[in-house]
């Protein structure tokens, strides 16, 4: 709720209006019925043919009038609507981009999504309807009851008779029915969810041939869907057939009562037509006052859902300057990490690089290789220890100076639909001179000389249209386009064909002389001439050192060495 009205301030002056507009044309709308009273119990009696178009022109007129506003008002609630979602999605993704990893892993991507989309979405619907509905509903209802009490108190009695049995009614059905919409939500968003998975995994779900299952597990989950539905809808039907009930024995009542008094001559029969059609809208804009609840209720379920982004603080503060005399380029000071706590993913990690030299880190998978260049980019906080670059601790540098030192090529990095010229610029304007020397250098350059389009080929998203060995490429190009202090590899060439990956590794030596590099390698051969080798399992150093000196104090990479070189061609 609080969301809501922090956004609608400033469009106050607009909203106001815009509800002023509304106000006349639902006016207009109340004045209808009475008008046609009038004439029949009084105009046309008088057989005065210029009163009657009088009178007639009158009611054509505010026709015109409610229409008119109707729209002009309709159109105002939108823009306001549309304008306050577009500021509530600005800051939402803005929030959202400076959130940490681990606040990112805390939400979950497919909640964070969905906050930005379906929940903006509802909130789109709500303030649009509220001041649609929301305005129109109430007048109707409290200028109906006002306007047949001025046409006749004792029939509006009679029919007020009627309105406790419709309210209860509404009240319970709406009571049931309200948590029933909000556990179809959930079932719709679980359906969404299925979904995502199943077309992100479109390939190995085919290759494994696991469709069959697939289809029974979103069989299953369309099937919840449908029975949340079915419950939420077969509740909620029983309002408009009751309400017609309320309506037509309302109705009945009315005109028995006016049957007397016409006859007694107490009443008129234009007003007894002008009752009919006050008690529908009355019942009618009961129904919407309804609908304006369930919507509003699942509004501010999603204003809350964004609301708990907004105010959530990034926990990654830049801490006061904490530096040391050091010589090494980088160096881990024992440090200790897990991504919930209790538990130490990295155990006593602890080493140095000096600057220009190159890191080969190698270990089994979910051995936490990653986890280590996490930290070092500080998407991470460490749990005991320092990381330091140059001496100055990374969590005393603010998180631009600090990744504007890195070229980084993930394992699983993003490729989006854009050429590859911007997909390696990466928005850093980096000239072309510098991006065609670095596809050269990541043995980009004979793949991309014969694309058609050359650097300007467009990709598809995440680079489908691209080979496993050619995306790789890619994001090395990227990687080294900016001409790094520090260069990140990880698992970068596991795509890469063994001639490849030396000529890599020899343009890494000759051109990037001064470039300080950490790689990440499944293959022995990609690391071998590292100045430093790491081998690490289950979170700890188990080996440090150079090849030679890893293959006679480290037994475990010796076997790994063994077996790799065995099988296959070491460079
Ligand atoms: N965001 C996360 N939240 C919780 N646990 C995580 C997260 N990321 C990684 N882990 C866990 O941390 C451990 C180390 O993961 P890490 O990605 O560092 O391994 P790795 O050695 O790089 O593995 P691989 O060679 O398979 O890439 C694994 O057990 C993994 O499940």
């Known amino acids: 709720m609080q969301l809501l009205l922090t956004y609608l301030k400033p469009l106050r002056n607009r909203m106001l209006l815009g509800f002023s507009v509304k106000f006349t044309g639902t006016i207009m709308d109340l004045f209808l019925p009475w008008i046609l009273a009038y004439m029949i119990d009084v105009i046309v009696p008088t057989e005065n043919i210029n009163r009657v178009l009088l009178w007639g022109g009158l009611m054509v007129l505010c026709s015109i009038i409610a229409v008119v506003a109707s729209i002009k008002a309709n159109r105002m609630a939108s823009s306001v609507a549309r304008d306050a979602v577009e500021d509530i999605r600005h800051d939402l993704y803005h929030k959202i981009s400076c959130l940490s990893a681990s606040q990112a892993d805390y939400y979950s991507t497919p909640s964070l999504i969905s906050r930005l989309t379906s929940d903006t979405y509802n909130i789109h619907r709500t303030i649009g309807l509220m001041q649609r509905i929301g305005v129109r509903a109430p007048i ?8 047949t009490l001025t046409l006749d108190p004792t029939l509006t009695l009679v029919m007020l008779g009627v309105l406790p ?39 190995v779900i085919k290759a494994l041939s696991k469709s069959d299952y697939e289809k029974q597990r979103f069989e299953g989950v369309n099937q919840r869907v449908v029975r949340a539905e079915t419950k939420a809808n077969t509740t909620m039907a029983a309002t408009t057939p009751l309400m017609n009930l309320f309506l037509n024995s ?16 107490v009443t008129q029969p234009g007003v007894v037509i002008a009752f009919m059609t006050y008690f529908t809208i009355i019942l009618n804009s009961m129904l919407s006052i309804t609908r304006i609840f369930v919507l509003f209720s699942r509004g501010i379920a999603s204003a809350d859902r964004i609301q708990e982004i907004l105010v959530t603080e990034p926990d990654l503060k830049v801490k006061p300057i904490d530096k040391k005399r050091e010589s090494a380029h980088i160096h881990f000071d024992h440090v200790y990490f897990g991504y919930h706590s209790g538990k130490h993913i990295l155990k006593d990690i602890d080493f140095s690089i000096d600057r220009g030299n190159t890191l ?22 460490v749990d005991e220890g320092s990381i330091r670059i140059n001496g100055v601790n990374v ?10 030192q890195f070229g980084v090529a993930f394992q699983k990095d993003f490729l989006y639909a854009d050429t590859l010229k911007e997909n390696i610029d990466f928005g850093r304007h980096i000239t072309e001179d510098d991006i065609l020397k670095a596809t050269e250098h990541a043995q980009a350059k004979e793949f991309i000389d014969s694309l058609d389009e050359g650097i300007e ?25 900016a001409d790094p202090e520090i260069l990140i590899l990880d698992d970068s060439s596991s795509a890469l064909d063994y001639k490849t990956d030396a000529q890599l590794r020899k343009v890494l030596t000759e051109e990037y002389a001064d470039t300080t590099t ?5 293959r022995v051969s990609s690391i071998q001439h590292a100045d430093a080798i790491m081998m690490i399992d289950n979170g700890e150093m188990i080996g440090y050192g150079t090849h030679d000196e890893l293959l006679e104090t480290c037994e475990p990479y010796r076997e790994i060495y063994e077996n790799q070189s065995g099988g296959d061609q070491v460079a």
């Open 457 to 481: 080929h467009q990709l598809n998203a995440k680079g489908t249209n691209l080979s496993g060995g050619q995306k790789q490429r890619v994001l090395l190009s990227r990687a080294l386009a």
């Open 165 to 203: 049995f419709a309210t209860v009614t509404i009240y319970f059905i709406s009571r049931k029915g309200i948590p029933l919409f909000d556990k179809l939500q959930q079932e719709v968003d679980r359906l969404v969810r299925t979904v995502r998975e199943n077309i992100t995994g479109a390939r």
């Open 250 to 265: 309302g109705l009945a009542l009315v005109i028995l009562a006016s049957a007397y008094r016409v006859n007694a001559g």
């Open 518 to 522: 950490i790689m990440i390698a499944q």
């Open 395 to 404: 969590n005393s540098m603010s998180l631009k100076e600090l990744h504007t």
């Open 360 to 381: 080969g880190i190698i270990g089994a998978t979910g051995a936490g290789k990653t986890t280590i260049i996490k930290l070092l980019l500080r998407l991470y906080d």
């Open 140 to 147: 109707l209802l409290l200028g109906g009851i006002i306007m």
